[in-house]
């Protein structure tokens, strides 16, 4: 992946500093980009080949039946988020409900990702046994159904994801770099052209995949686990 930026010979002239402070900007906004490269990337070999693949599209699709609870809370509002977390977990526990007894591997999922304005609002919501959804311990650690909450604008404040730590890695083959230089007209326009180059890649074995659980759509999950009228009654 690369960054670029135009920068005028008189601003170099007029603040000396402008150079280091580019760069920095640059680099910050290039981790910002790796970031949801890392959880979103839609790369391909030959139509996206300076995308990373993603984490998105190698995890597995949240499902109340394979977690073995659909129809199981009363009704589907914000406070059962916690229990949609929850499924998330057995999900990844046992894999598949139909087939708990088979030999299908097991994961822990210890860590789910969400948007920050969705972690404020489930921060500030009581579940209906009167806790909050996320609880805030006194270092600041944020828990939500047991596992650890890491905030990124990277998710959309639609989506959930969770994973047992230690199943992805992040592989840098290229450390991020700056490099400056003049290229096209920059020399008779008298300026310079900064450009970030990085290479990096995720790794998720195939097997792996059952234990990174991605919920597209918090409304529709949450649905999905909530018993029918007549199944209320």
């Not at 080949?49 to 073995?68: E, W």
């Not at 057995?90 to 591997?105: F, R």
């Not at 918090?218 to 009228?229: E, P, R």
Request: proline share 2%; hydrophobic share 40%.
């Amino acid at each position: 992946a690369s960054a670029r930026i135009k920068v005028t010979e008189e601003m170099f002239e007029d603040a000396s500093y402008i150079a280091s402070r580019i760069s920095n900007q640059m680099m910050t906004k290039g981790m910002l980009f790796l970031d949801r490269e890392i959880f979103s990337g839609n790369g391909d070999d030959s139509s996206n080949p300076n995308h990373i693949y993603g984490l998105k599209g190698a995890a597995t699709a949240f499902d109340a039946t394979k977690a073995g609870l659909a129809n199981a809370v009363d009704s589907a509002n914000i406070g059962q988020t916690g229990y949609l977390a929850d499924a998330m977990r057995v999900q990844g526990s046992i894999v598949d409900a139909s087939k708990a007894n088979s030999d299908q591997g097991s994961y822990d999922l210890n860590v789910i990702y969400m948007n920050p304005v969705t972690a404020y609002k489930y921060a500030h919501t009581k579940s209906p046994d009167g806790n909050y959804i996320i609880n805030t311990l006194t270092d600041g650690t944020k828990l939500m159904a047991g596992m650890r909450v890491i905030e990124t604008p990277a998710i959309g404040t639609s989506e959930l994801f969770a994973m047992e730590s230690g199943l992805a890695e992040v592989y840098f083959k290229r450390n991020p770099i700056i490099k400056i230089g003049q290229e096209d007209d920059d020399l008779s326009k008298d300026q310079y052209t900064m450009v970030m180059f990085l290479r990096a890649q995720v790794l998720v074995e195939t097997e792996n995949k059952k234990g990174l659980i991605y919920v597209a759509d918090i409304d529709a999950a949450l649905s999905s686990i909530t018993k029918t009228a007549s199944e209320g009654a």
